[in-house]
Nanobody, 121 residues
C-alpha cells in the first residue's frame, strides 16, 4: 500500500502565501507523475498543477504566475508554493501520485486525504 501525507494548509489573507507538501510512503518502486488538485464547495475537483518524473510541469490557467509545483524525488515529496493567494483559491487541496510498486509496468493512482486552504478577503 501507498500513503500520501499532506501538510501546509491553513488560513491566510488575500495576497499571502502558503506552501503545501505531500510525502509518499509505503510500497514504492518509482513515482511517475505527481500533482495537486483542489475542490471547492459545490464544484468539481480540478487539476491545479502537475509535474512529471523528469520535472516537466503544467499549471492551470487560473494559477499561472502565482503557484509553483516542484518535487524532491529522493524524499518522495511534491510541493506547491502558492503566492498572491485569492479568495477564489479557497478549497480542499489533494495530492495525487502515479506509483509503480514494483518493476512491472503497472501504475496505480493514489490520493492524499486533502488539506484545507482558506483565503480571506
Amino acid at each position: 500500500q501507498v500513503q500520501l501525507m499532506e501538510s501546509g494548509g491553513g488560513l491566510v489573507q488575500a495576497g499571502g502565501s502558503l506552501r503545501l507538501s505531500c510525502t509518499a510512503s509505503g510500497s514504492i518502486f518509482s513515482i511517475n507523475g505527481m500533482g495537486w488538485y483542489r475542490q471547492a464547495p459545490g464544484k468539481q475537483r480540478e487539476l491545479v498543477a502537475s509535474i512529471s518524473s523528469d520535472g516537466s510541469t503544467k499549471n492551470a490557467d487560473s494559477v499561472k504566475g502565482r503557484f509553483t509545483i516542484s518535487r524532491d524525488n529522493a524524499k518522495k515529496t511534491v510541493y506547491l508554493q502558492m503566492n498572491s493567494l485569492k479568495p477564489e483559491d479557497t478549497a480542499v487541496y489533494y495530492c495525487n501520485a502515479e506509483v509503480s510498486p514494483d518493476r512491472s509496468p503497472f501504475v496505480y493512482s493514489y490520493w492524499g486525504q486533502g488539506t484545507q486552504v482558506t483565503v480571506s478577503s
